[in-house]
Structure formats: C-alpha cells, structure tokens
C-alpha cells in the first residue's frame, strides 16, 4: 500500500555513495524499526519488492535530475518497467547498495522523453534485485 512507502521513505536513512554522469550509486538502510514490517511479515520481515522498485525509480530520479538544465521545470514518472527479478529476500537490519545505470545516451536527457535505466540491489557482493524501467521525462506547466 501506498502509505508503508511514503512511512518507509520518512525513515530509511538514505545516503548518496557516488554521482556519475551516466550512473548513480546509492546505500539505504533498512532498519528492524520500519511499520511495513509489522504486517510485511512479523515473524519473518522482509523489505517489500515493490519499495525496492521504488527505490530504484526515485534513484534513477535524481540521476535525470543532476543532468537537466537547470531553471527547467521538469518532473520523472515511471513510464514502464520493462524486467523486475528479485534473487534474494532483503532483511533487516541491514544496507542495500543501488547501483543506477542510465542506458540512453545522455545528450537526449535535456528535453522530454523517455529514459531507459538498468539497476541492481546489492548487500556487500550478494544481488538480491535487478530491475529495468523507463522514467519519462515531463516538462510541468507552470500557470
């Protein structure tokens, strides 16, 4: 449900690792005391696949964001996730490492469209999720 993300996403220390022009590396804990937990399971917590989703698109976000001109009004949605695998369960406590990867070249970034990304969730050497998505790129109106 909607509000385990956006309590997730008040809570989870995130951290930014590296900022590259094409990729983005980012750590995210996952501490025990997260809500989701009590019903994503309480005898067994696991982090949810779809806020690991998230957290790869809200990456991937912020890498478009850094290679926009700046003093455009632009916002990201997800457009399409093209592959979705999760290897292993992710538990707490622990950290997650994002590698975000931008696939599209990136002179085509600085004006509305699509972006193709690939990302990988890692705990030290272990993947646990990969994912391949779109984010489009839309210029907002501002009135």
Do not use: W
């Amino acid at each position: 449900r909607r509000v385990h993300g956006e309590v997730c996403r008040a809570i989870v220390m995130r951290r930014a690792v590296s900022l590259f022009s094409r990729s983005l590396t980012k750590s995210i804990s996952i501490p025990t005391t997260l809500p989701v937990f009590k019903g994503h399971f309480p005898e067994y917590p696991v982090y949810p696949a779809v806020l690991i989703v998230e957290d790869m698109i809200q990456a991937a976000a912020e890498l478009v964001s850094e290679s926009l001109p700046k003093g455009k009004e632009y916002t990201t949605v997800c457009e399409f996730i093209h592959q979705a695998n999760f290897r292993r369960p992710i538990t707490p406590p622990n950290v997650v490492t994002l590698t975000i990867d931008c696939q599209t070249d990136l002179c085509e970034i600085n004006q509305p469209g699509n972006v193709r990304f690939s990302a990988k969730a890692m705990i030290q050497e272990q993947l646990m999720a990969e994912c391949d998505f779109d984010l489009k790129i839309v210029k907002v109106s501002v009135n």
